[in-house]
C-alpha cells in the first residue's frame, strides 16, 4: 500500500509559478515509478510527468520546457515545479504512483486544485 499526500495547488496569474508536493507513505525507492496527473473540467484525465525509480522522467508535450518533476529521496517525496503557467493548465493536478510485483498496482492522491487566471 501506497498513501500519497499532494500539497502546494493554488490561484495564480497566467505566467506564475506553483510548485506541487506529493508525499509517499512509504521509501520510494520501493516505488517503480511516481507522476503527476491533471483533469480539467468535462475532459478526461492526462498525464503530465513522471519519474521512475532509475532517474528516468518523461512530459507530455504541452508542458515541455515550463515544468520540471524531481524527487527528494530521503524525504519521500516527488515535486512538479510549474512555471510559465497558462489558463489551459487549469485542472486538478493527482499524484500517481506505479508498484509492479507480480502485478501492476497504481496509487492515487486526492487531488489538488490548480487554477491559472487570465
Known amino acids: 500500500q501506497v498513501q500519497l499526500v499532494e500539497s502546494g495547488g493554488g490561484l495564480v496569474q497566467a505566467g506564475g509559478s506553483l510548485r506541487l508536493s506529493c508525499a509517499a507513505s512509504r521509501n520510494i525507492f520501493t516505488i517503480n515509478a511516481m507522476g503527476w496527473y491533471r483533469q480539467a473540467p468535462g475532459k478526461e484525465r492526462e498525464p503530465v510527468a513522471d519519474?521512475?525509480?532509475?532517474?528516468?522522467?518523461n512530459y507530455a508535450d504541452s508542458v515541455k520546457g515550463r515544468f520540471t518533476i524531481s524527487r527528494d529521496n530521503a524525504k519521500n517525496t516527488v515535486y512538479l515545479q510549474m512555471n510559465s503557467l497558462k489558463p489551459e493548465d487549469t485542472a486538478v493536478y493527482y499524484c500517481?504512483?506505479?508498484?509492479?510485483?507480480?502485478?501492476?498496482?497504481?496509487?492515487w492522491g486526492q487531488g489538488t486544485q490548480v487554477t491559472v487566471s487570465s
Open positions: 500517481n504512483a506505479v508498484v509492479r510485483t507480480f502485478r501492476v498496482q497504481n496509487y
Open positions: 519519474i521512475t525509480s532509475d532517474g528516468s522522467i
